[in-house]
């Protein structure tokens, strides 16, 4: 596992893992902090990574959007069983540009874009049928056109500031290393497992 550079290194494995987890390899668990410190984990789905960082998407009304605003710190954990191996990536979170989020927003199937516009995401109703009228309103809306990307929803990105790699080793002797931000360098640190 020995690397010099961490995005290098993520993009190596998350081919990988494309390649041979049989459940979706994008999915990852976000971690966020309100105001107050109290943490709150749930799993998001990159959506595009680059050397500026891991971009995923969310309704900017939700709770985790809440949480970024305030505190603009987030955690991703990658865990691709089939592998044996996890990374875990610490980072400043940004909004992506606008026309970045349209693109991608433009790529998603037609009931996905309606959905954006028809999700109060994490907000109370009183059953299933609310969502389904919300959705029909929205379609009777853009007809058969082209259905722009809500201004509730965008992308956000994961500007890494530490990367760890683990790899899973019998009796619990796996390899963890770190990689941590030094300004335009990386230091990298074997871990005790």
């Not at 789905?45 to 960082?53: A, E, M, S, V």
């Not at 530490?162 to 770190?178: A, G, K, L, T, Y």
Request: charged share 25%.
């Amino acid at each position: 596992m020995a690397a010099s550079d961490p995005f290098d290194l993520f993009a190596e494995w998350f081919a990988l893992a494309k390649k041979t987890e049989p459940d979706d390899p994008t999915a990852c668990a976000l971690a966020t902090a309100d105001p107050g410190g109290r943490p709150s984990v749930r799993m998001v789905l990159l959506k595009g990574f680059d050397r500026r960082g891991a971009v995923f998407y969310t309704n900017l009304e939700s709770p985790k959007a809440a949480d970024l605003q305030t505190n603009p710190r987030a955690a991703l954990c990658f865990h691709w069983a089939r592998l044996e191996r996890q990374v875990r990536i610490d980072g400043r979170v940004e909004p992506v540009p606008a026309d970045e989020a349209d693109t991608y927003f433009a790529t998603r199937p037609r009931l996905s874009q309606l959905g954006a516009w028809a999700s109060r995401q994490s907000r109370p109703m009183t059953g299933r049928f609310e969502l389904e009228q919300a959705v029909a309103g929205a379609a009777a809306r853009f007809g058969l056109g082209a259905v722009p990307r809500p201004p509730h929803w965008s992308g956000l990105r994961v500007r890494p500031d530490v990367f760890e790699f683990w790899v899973q080793r019998p009796f619990r002797h796996h390899d963890r290393q770190r990689f941590t931000r030094q300004g335009d360098d990386w230091q990298q640190q074997w871990l005790f497992p």
